[in-house]
């Protein structure tokens, strides 16, 4: 089977698809042969990342809040209208925060739990029947480093990749005999929209250049570097892909020995 044929026929929904990690993830499976649905917020982005992977006869475009019960029904309505039951879902979407615990109101604590965790809850719950259905699902969650230790100033954050975490190793052992395989991918610091608004944080808040500030994220990273989204893609692939049958219930991190 060559590269380009791995996932034909497969329906891949990756949330959080109009930029970044999430982007660069429909682009690797588009690329080996599945159908994805493109769920985001921004119409725009949307629509030039369908456009830039081949249209809509290959990535169609969906705006959809995950943090919405009823607009993740219709999204997921409209994906199986254009490619079919979901056998591949990539639960992307995510938020951050940065503030001192006692900065951290309830409506920020809300709003991040909502879009990690609760938005990776109703994907799941609207892909997992078709994957039940036709006997085979993948389901990939990006979570993060900060899913598995504590970090300063990002309480909210930490706690909802936790909580992915948990839903992670729970749901990978209920479907472990369904063929329905489900792991968390944890990245270190990577080089997206969102890290990039944390630089410039940083610096507008300490008085440091911005080169500054990355060198006090990549300094925790052995490799002293970001992460790429082309490396979190590759990753969601190989468990996504023949050969990783068994692999589930797993926290990968991808974060240049940061993590061991």
Known sequence: MTDEAIFANRH?????????????????????????????????????????????????????????????????????????????????????????????????WNRILAVNLTGTYLCTRQAVPDMLQGGFGRIVNIASIAGLRGAAYISAYVASKHAVIGLTRSLALEFATKNITVNAVCP???????????????????????????????????????????????TVLWVCGPGAESITGQSIVVAGGEVT
């Open 12 to 108: 891949a929904v990756v949330t959080g698809a109009s930029r970044g990690i999430g982007s660069t993830i429909a682009a690797a499976l588009a690329a080996r042969g599945a159908r994805v649905s493109l769920l985001g917020r921004d119409a725009g982005n949307l629509s030039a990342v369908s456009t830039a992977l081949g249209g809509t006869s290959r990535a169609v475009p969906i705006t959809a809040d995950v943090t919405d019960a009823d607009s993740v029904s219709a999204a997921f309505t409209t994906a199986r209208q254009h490619f079919g039951p979901v056998h591949i879902l990539i639960n992307n979407a995510g938020q951050a925060a940065s503030a001192k615990f006692t900065d951290t109101d309830e409506t920020v």
């Open 188 to 234: 270190g610091y990577t080089d997206t929209d969102i890290v990039r608004d944390a630089i410039a944080n940083i610096a507008s808040k300490t008085g440091r250049s911005e080169a500054e500030a990355l060198a006090t994220l990549v300094a925790t990273n052995p490799q002293r570097r970001l992460i790429t989204p082309e490396e979190v893609a590759h």
